[in-house]
């Protein structure tokens, strides 16, 4: 039987959330790689809802009609990553725009909503499995880990499946512990919501599955065929993230399947630096040191007191630690954020065996409240990762544009897209990225790299037929290719008019101390071509682009 709730837990754990997770909430030039494109797809999922009426989305033909408006707002803003990336985020993203109005702050809440859910979830989870004050503990210093806490500044995946993961486990604990039917059934929704917000969710099926088979409720599910929906429901809500995965993620299933990183090349599976990187990334990124060290004494203080609850939070590390080494995709410290809860939990458990020794108790208290207290002052001390310079290039973009055609060659192309959307709430501006009519390539400007465009004249034609009149460039060649290099050069003859430039600060190495040009080309005139074929080597296809059209439902 569970422990009564106090409820003053989850205002007080609810509070903290906020109040760290909002950090950099108002502040635009606050962001990530990535971010961008994920914000774009919220606001995608928003536009795509508020143009096209609902009934029209599930007529037969309604897969047809958002493929084509997808297509004509890739046309307008290129910095979508939705057939990637699945849509369940970009949904609630969507619902925040429309509360809240499309501003930056807006799609940012729905990330510390996420991180709300996750806390109830595992506040939740520890309470039933342990205890009221254990989990009031674990819970504190999950959300305090000033690794957990920094991918709530940003509209990254991280916090939204991880939250989801969390939720998924606690209704998995509760029917392996009770049997219930209805909570098996919610346990596979939620784990099928879970794949709908990243593929990455797969990971907990070395999760469940052995603990199943440990609880005894492995055999009942196989003998009761009651149970078989509950094995089936998954397989068909999933099956279209699948299919979207196979048809629009070859980048992304190349870099798990075959490897791209540098780093893993010539290692094999059991070779000690291969399996010790997300060992490495673990001590010296993700768990703070008091933590780590509490950790290691809880593992120990389990095996001591043989805690057969702990071996279901070891089951999260060892399948976290087996599925993303397994897949020989980029080593990257936020993939791996699953284990961190467990080992905070784990940083508990010599108070939680011990507690019922006054002294012991009250110093236990004291010292994981003093580690909570230190992480907190810890987030305090981070500074979120920023870039500068791209709202005003955007919004100057945005005013000055006389036919609507932009034209931004730059590494930081998402963001700039994005405050051009911020900028454009009728929709009739379009921006065209250097990196896919100049070359094009997949995540590095190195990867899959093809050139389409190769002297000055094919420039010139390009800015003639697709009708643009505003450039916005970042002042470094990002790409090192000899085309960016004479485009630049070619911005400062006569035929371009210098509106604006810009200084850029940035966290990030490669856009600090630059600056940000806007240019008119004087001889701008409107569009003389309707469509153009764009390449794009992350989900491998080429598509047939309109130009110039406002963004419109009704439009072929």
Request: hydrophobic share 50%.
């Amino acid at each position: 039987m569970t422990e009564k709730k106090n409820i003053f837990d989850l205002p007080l754990l609810l509070a903290l959330v906020v109040i760290l997770f909002s950090r950099g909430l108002m502040n635009p030039d606050v962001g990530w790689p990535d971010a961008d494109r994920i914000l774009m797809d919220g606001l995608f999922m928003h536009d795509l809802l508020h143009d096209i009426p609902f009934q029209e989305l599930f007529h037969p033909n309604g897969f047809h009609t958002a493929y084509q408006y997808a297509l004509q707002y890739f046309a307008h803003y290129p910095a979508l990553s939705l057939g990637a990336r699945p849509p369940l985020f970009p949904l609630v993203e969507a619902l925040f725009f429309t509360l809240f109005g499309v501003h930056d702050w807006s799609g940012k809440l729905s990330i510390i909503a996420f991180a709300m859910l996750g806390t109830i979830a595992w506040y939740d989870l520890i309470r039933r499995s342990y205890d009221r004050q254990t989990a009031l503990l674990a819970t504190g210093l999950l959300f305090t880990t000033p690794f957990i806490v920094q991918w709530g500044w940003y509209p990254m995946l991280e916090i939204p499946i991880l939250a989801m993961t969390l939720l998924t486990a606690n209704l998995f604990w509760r029917y392996t512990a009770t049997g219930n039917q209805k909570t098996l059934f919610l346990a596979a929704l939620s784990f099928s919501m879970t794949l709908w917000t990243k593929q990455a969710a797969l990971f907990t099926l070395l999760w469940f599955l052995p603990w199943l088979a440990l609880s005894g409720r492995l055999k009942t599910m196989i003998v009761q065929k009651s149970t078989w929906g509950a094995v089936i429901l998954p397989l068909i809500l999933t099956l279209p993230v699948g299919i979207m995965t196979v048809w629009m993620g070859k980048m992304n299933l190349a870099v798990t399947l075959q490897g791209m990183d540098p780093a893993l090349q010539g290692l094999g599976l059991l070779d000690w630096e291969y399996l010790r990187q997300y060992i490495d990334i673990l001590l010296q990124k993700q768990l703070t040191l008091p933590v780590l060290s509490l950790a290691a004494l809880g593992l120990a203080s389990a095996a001591w007191h043989r805690d057969r609850t702990a071996l279901f939070y070891l089951l999260l590390i060892l399948s976290t630690y087996i599925f993303f080494t397994t897949i020989r995709t980029y080593r990257i410290d936020r993939y791996t954020i699953f284990w961190v809860p467990a080992f905070c939990l784990f940083a508990t458990l010599p108070w939680y065996h011990w507690r019922h020794h006054t002294p012991f108790r009250r110093l236990g208290w004291l010292l994981i409240l003093l580690v909570i207290a230190w992480q907190i002052r810890e987030v305090q001390a981070k500074t979120p990762a920023f870039t500068s310079g791209y709202q005003d290039a955007a919004r100057i973009a945005a005013t000055q544009s006389r036919h609507g055609m932009i034209f931004m060659d730059g590494v930081n192309n998402g963001y700039f897209t994005y405050f051009v959307r911020l900028n454009d709430p009728d929709k009739r501006l379009s921006v065209l990225r250097g990196d896919k009519l100049l070359h094009s390539s997949a995540i590095f400007a190195d990867s899959w790299t093809e050139v389409h465009v190769k002297t000055l004249n094919e420039i010139k034609t390009i800015f003639d037929q697709y009708g643009i009149d505003i450039i916005v460039v970042e002042e470094a060649n990002y790409a090192n290719l000899e085309i960016h290099r004479l485009l630049r050069e070619f911005l400062k003859t006569d035929l371009f008019e210098p509106i604006r430039a810009i200084p850029i600060e940035s966290t990030r190495s490669q856009l600090a101390h630059q600056t940000l040009h806007v240019y008119r080309y004087k001889e701008a005139k409107p569009p003389s071509i309707k469509e153009f074929s764009m390449s794009i080597p992350l989900v491998g296809m080429r598509f047939q682009l309109p130009v110039g059209a406002k963004t419109d439902p009704q439009s072929p």
